[in-house]
């Protein structure tokens, strides 16, 4: 007598733009998003992850999202939507046909985007990269035919979809988060009797730290799944990581404004700040 699932999964209904565009029109009820879904509901929550290597550790992540996300929810609900959880799979990690370690190695290089993100790509370009704007769904053909070279992806999102087997090589930084969520539309939310509402929201929140614990061991293993067969692992000493992050820190002006709004990308920083002094972790 509950409320239905149906579920569409590997991208059958599009990528994640068109399942936003389905659910404003009512043809998708719920969806579960990454921070490029979610941007296209409401484009504060490119705070959670659209800030290269400002996130130093997954604690980090999760004080943030915590204390943001009151009004990441408010946001999304003034839309029409009702987030029923937040969670992500661990960091992104760059995989490439041939061996990388400095930025300019990989600005030689195709580099996969998602698709819709026009500024990124502008962006990415001014810094000297090569983007590709594709879908997901088109990411290991564009490696197999050479149409990319490059791709950030988690470990876990490599290994499932195989795309380690073209690019065998994986840069060990943490570039940023893979944040997702599980949004429904606030009127389908609103048509359920309360108490379901109330059962569905506890099992929602339960499914969501499963799913965030399990997505990050996964990532873990699947690296050394993907050692046996053949990934070579680029590590990355704290010289080599601090000239990424001076590279990246460059560009922060350009994304603070136009990639995340002006008033989060300082709420984050300073987050992390309180965080990092209260923890005794201030660099």
């Keep these: 007598g509950g409320p239905g699932l149906t579920i569409y999964p590997d991208g059958v209904k599009g990528g994640e733009a068109a399942m936003v565009r389905r659910m404003r029109t009512g043809e ?37 999202r915590e204390k943001l996300r009151p009004r990441l929810e408010k946001n999304l609900q003034a839309q029409g939507f009702v987030p029923l959880f937040w969670g992500d799979l661990g960091w992104v990690r760059f995989f490439s046909k041939e061996p990388g370690l400095r930025p300019d190695d990989f600005k030689r290089m195709k580099m996969f985007v998602w698709a819709g993100d026009a500024y990124q790509v502008d962006l ?20 197999q035919t050479g149409l990319i070279n490059a791709v950030p992806l988690t470990p876990y999102s490599a290994l499932a979809s195989q795309c380690y087997t073209p690019a065998p090589h994986m840069l060990e930084l943490n570039w940023a988060p893979l944040v997702g969520g599980t949004v429904l539309l606030k009127s389908t939310w609103d048509s359920i009797p309360s108490p379901v509402r109330e059962a569905m929201q506890k099992a929602a929140s339960d499914a969501g730290m499963q799913i965030q614990e399990r997505g990050r061991t996964e990532s873990q293993e699947a690296v050394e799944a993907m050692k046996k067969r053949g990934l070579k692992v680029q590590t990355v000493s704290p010289e080599l990581e601090s000239e990424w992050r001076k ?21 984050v920083q300073r987050l992390l700040n309180t965080y990092r002094n209260s923890s005794g972790k201030a660099q």
């Design 28 to 64: 998708l009820q719920a969806g579960m998003l990454t921070v490029v879904g979610l941007s296209e509901i409401d484009h504060s929550v490119t705070a959670l992850q659209n800030m290269p290597m400002v996130f130093r550790t997954l604690d980090e992540v999760d004080y943030v």
């Design 124 to 143: 990415m370009k001014s810094a000297g990269y090569h983007p590709v704007p594709l879908e997901t769904n088109d990411i290991l053909p564009g490696l």
């Design 247 to 267: 590279s990246v820190e460059e560009y922060y002006p350009k994304i603070r404004g136009p990639i995340v709004p002006a008033d989060l990308f300082d709420e």
